[in-house]
């Protein structure tokens, strides 16, 4: 991991000494073990905070909407779709964006670890090879990276990024043989009532703090519905009712659009399975349109266009 | 009064007898974290823990609460009915003396000199806090640096410290020593235990190593309002309300009108600082338009307004911000880099 941070400060330096691009979105260490934090790289001395490990879990793409000026970023397999989503959505452009592509093996979820540590607190996690070592007080442990991914990384695809500018590192195999919808299925396959039961367990732990909508690349919108006061669409409360709408129309609002890189999962404090719906969106639309979002600059999102011979089957009539 | 001791044994009976006459709340492992629920078993508190996800401040205030109701139906004139106020008296065991002080803080704003808020202050009134120190103080606490500490009484109406086989109980208040006298699993303490107690205390302070100046802070945050300082510490935030929904001293709120036909409830639901709609105005203009103004105001907010207009700063030091921000923007990162600057 050492030597992709180095090649990253190495392409950071050169890139804003030759004045291609005024900003670097990157992660620099961040404040407490097992999280890196973005970082914001706008000159060639601040470029030695820029690092790679495998807490770099944000999707740094979340930020491109906002921005007017030249970047480049770093990206991994599902932030790189993202990026290409949001160029096709025009919220920036392929010129304006210079792509640090990095192969992914997956990035860890640290609250499994916690869960698995049963109130040991880790003072230090030091990344070594296919491990990572835990420290603390009373606690000394070796774990392996691959039990710890977050669960959007063990079904991922696209370890690869599909575009890029520079490539750092090899690229990693991809995983072929997983079922990517296997929980989907299983989540099909049970009652109505388990459904709506196991889905409205899942929202009632909302607390409508909106981090999976602000983590989300594709939730950009200038108004959300649910901010919207003229007319108020949802009310404010964290009643079933209102978290439930919430989180449908969300739902919906990315089909067709979300990467599956598991930010929204990642961001909601409360541990709710933000990919149950998502992912459900993800296939129904590749069943439907065989669609793949974030994997060519070139196809139209398919509910952004029409054709005579789209499935019409669920329409009623 | 002198200590107290109770035998940590004896505490699911005590919890058990409590319950029968008092709304018991306490810690309880939900969904892989702990929350502050109301339990109607002393088994189902869990009190080996750092500290509960959300902060109990929702006893008091809760996230959604009902104001009142209307009803407009009824042909001539209309009926507004106001929630029925709680009788029965309350317990919260367990709580973090980081939690309990933020009760302190958030008693300036709703059960202060100027306005008293009856839905916050009747619940306040009739509950009683029970508090169990930090022996093992997480790495993200910097209590000592707010005035606090793992033993701060500061809130509590009885404060334990867990000695091993016993807890031994300090009396706070008049409150606490009623209770205390009422029930017998409270003995007096033994003088070895207190021996025992005071090195539980010393050690669980110096595990404490964060020390942030924070009067220094609310100085030089007088002069930094137009610093440039908030456009780089604001990049990052994403702007979701994991710091202040989780923050045990964040209060703000938003009031709507819940309607169904003619029928209606008047809601109060916490707001964030970090959303756009916060400071929205009618006209469409928005004084915050952007996460930098957001971010300074929840900084401004804790460590320069509330300190003037309260004499302390709004924060604990509980550090549920820092370990739940989506991206680690951490706040005691923050403060330092004010310091510096």
Known sequence: MLNTSVAIRDIAKKLLDEKRVDLIIGFEKGS?????????????????????????????????????????????????????????????????????????????????????????????????????????????????????????????????????????????????????????????????????????????????????????????????????????????????????????????????????????????????????????????VKDLFHYEAGISLEDMPPLATFNPDDPQEFMMV | MKELEIAKTEVVSLLNTLIKEYKVFAPVGQNGFITFQEIHSGSEAFLDYINSKKPPKEIFFPQSERLFSYDLSKGEGWSVEEPASEKKQRIIFGIRPCDARSLVLLDNVFDGQLYKDPYYSGKRKNTTIIAIGCNQPSSTCFCTSLGGGPFSQDGSDLILVDIGQKYIVQVVTEKGKKLAKKHNEFKEAEDNSLSLMRDTIETAEALIKSKIEVQKVTEKLDSMFDDPFWDLVSEKCLGCAVCTYLCPTCYCFDITDEVTGQRGERVRTWDSCAFPNFTLQASGVNPRPSSKERLRQRIMHKFNYFVANHGMAACVGCGRCIKECPVNLDIQVVLNSILNR
């Open chain 1, 32 to 284: 407490v073990p097992l999280r890196s934090t973005p970082c914001f790289v706008r000159s060639t001395s601040e470029a030695d905070r820029l690092i790679w490990n495998v807490n770099c879990e944000n999707n740094l793409a979340k930020y491109l909407p906002k921005t007017k000026e030249r970047v480049a970023i770093v990206a991994k397999g599902c932030d790189v779709r993202s990026i290409i989503g949001l160029i096709k959505e025009n919220q920036v452009t392929r010129e304006q964006v210079f792509i640090i592509g990095i192969p992914c093996k997956g990035m860890i979820d640290r609250r499994k670890i916690e869960a698995k540590l049963d109130g040991k607190e880790i003072i230090e996690a030091e990344e070594k090879d296919d491990t990572i070592i835990l420290t603390g007080n009373n606690l000394r442990e070796i774990i392996k990276k691959e039990e710890f991914l977050h669960n959007s990384c063990k079904t991922c695809t696209h370890r690869n990024p599909v575009i890029y500018d520079v490539l750092i590192g090899d690229k990693v195999v991809e995983d072929q043989a997983v079922d990517e919808y296997r929980e989907v299925k299983e989540f099909e396959a049970q009652s109505h009532d388990e459904r709506w039961r196991s889905f409205s367990d899942e929202v009632s732990k909302c607390i409508r703090c909106y981090a999976c909508r602000n983590a989300c690349p594709f939730c950009y919108c200038q108004e959300c519905f649910v901010d919207s006061s003229q007319p108020q669409w949802i009310g404010k409360t964290t009643n079933l009712s209102d978290t439930a709408i919430f989180h449908i129309v969300r739902a919906f609002h990315i089909a067709g659009r979300c990467v599956d890189c598991g930010s929204c999962d990642r961001a909601c404090p409360m541990g709710i399975d933000l990919r149950r719906l998502t992912k459900k969106m993800e296939m129904d």
